[in-house]
């Protein structure tokens, strides 16, 4: 543990949810201090977010048999900053836990949506030519193992059949392999993982949720690209939104890949234009970065060995809700509380961060329950 002022904790204690709430919110703010990272530079201009007429002053709505107010859900949520665009402008921003506009905070699997998306940038750019060619043509080095004869629609699906054991806060779980090669800083050392794992299912038959996978996918768009992550990241959506600060991601050495699946962080206000982004159907300037119709795709239910399932293109998605406010909502999601929320059918983005005192695990009220409160409370 770090000694100065602003002390942080390990990642491991991070994993294991054994953080204090003032020490959790200082290594959430600063987890570029965990491991080595990568600048995803903004570029020059910032381009302010207008302020909304009508702003969102509460809402109630009901909660596990209880009535729920804006105040509740913040404060028994352990929110650290939330901020809400309605047609583009802020409805309500606010930030907690000594966070400001200006801190960065992590990401957790947000960024696996935002990887994703870089998937779609490079099959507009030429750089991929199909989400249907096989993982093996971009990264042989993962021939001959469980990713044979698995596609990028397969990848991104989290549908490869490879197995993968995803538990937090079992040391001994794939999961915490892979973050245990993060600490040993080398490279190459977490595709060479992947590279072994045994296969459990046919691929696109069975979901399961997989970080590993997606460390794959932002190996896939460094080798298609012929650069970083967090350049092509900077190059195609973030210099271009007229982001607040630069945001930083996690190598898995200096100068090696970037975990794709998790390590980014950034400004909440940079978050809800990444969200704004996704709801304009990925067109910056009257510009198309992904394909006609990728969130369409990436944001809709699946069907995986004949099973639907509510997960598109790493990310997560309001399947049961038709008839409801969050009807066609879709969610990149991390744990202890991170979102961006997108609702296209009613021009609502939702940015979060959150400080709970676990990684996973049911939260005291549901977040799509207030999700929907706010949706409906600024019709």
Do not use: C
């Amino acid at each position: 543990m770090d000694g100065s002022p602003t002390a942080i904790g390990t990642v491991r204690q991070v994993y294991d949810g054994r953080l204090t709430p003032d020490l959790q919110a200082n290594t959430f703010r600063n987890i570029d201090r965990l491991f080595p990272t990568r600048t995803v530079d903004r570029g020059g201009r910032v381009v302010p977010l207008e302020r909304a007429e009508r702003q969102l002053e509460d809402v109630k709505f009901e909660s596990g048999g209880k009535t729920i107010d804006l105040f509740d859900y913040l404060s028994l949520n352990r929110v650290a900053g939330l901020l809400v665009l309605k047609d583009g402008r802020v409805a309500y921003e606010d930030y907690e836990l000594g966070n400001s506009s200006a801190s960065r905070w992590m990401s957790m699997s947000v960024a696996k949506s935002i990887s994703s998306t870089l998937v779609g940038a490079a099959i507009k750019d030429g750089y991929i030519k199909s989400i249907d060619d096989p993982v093996t043509t971009y990264l042989p080095e993962l021939a001959g193992g469980a990713y044979d004869g698995v596609s990028i629609r397969n990848l991104l699906q989290m549908a490869s059949g490879a197995h993968w054991d995803e538990t937090y806060t079992d040391p001994k779980s794939d999961r915490r392999r892979m973050l245990e090669l993060q600490l040993e800083g080398k490279p190459g050392t977490i595709l060479q993982l992947m590279a072994k794992l045994p296969r459990a299912h046919e691929p696109g038959t069975v979901w399961n949720y997989s970080t590993g996978e997606t460390h794959i996918v932002g190996a896939l768009v460094a080798a298609a690209t012929k650069r970083p992550e967090a350049v092509y990241l900077s190059e195609k959506i973030w210099s271009r939104l007229g982001m607040e600060q630069d945001a930083t991601w996690w190598v898995e050495s200096p100068n090696g890949l970037e975990v794709g699946g998790s390590g980014l962080s950034a400004t909440l206000r940079d978050y809800a234009r990444f969200g704004q982004f996704v709801l304009n159907g990925g067109v910056i300037d009257g510009e198309r970065v992904v394909p006609e119709g990728w969130f369409e795709q990436a944001g809709s239910p699946k069907q995986l060995g004949g099973k639907t399932v509510n997960y598109g293109y790493m990310w997560w998605v309001f399947g049961d809700a038709a008839g409801t406010p969050n009807a066609g909502a879709f969610t990149a999601r991390g744990i202890f509380g991170q979102y961006v929320y997108v609702n296209p059918k009613e021009h609502v983005v939702i940015a979060q961060w959150g400080a709970r005192s676990k990684p996973t695990g049911a939260p005291p009220v549901t977040d799509a329950d207030f999700f929907a409160a706010v949706v409906s409370a600024l019709r």
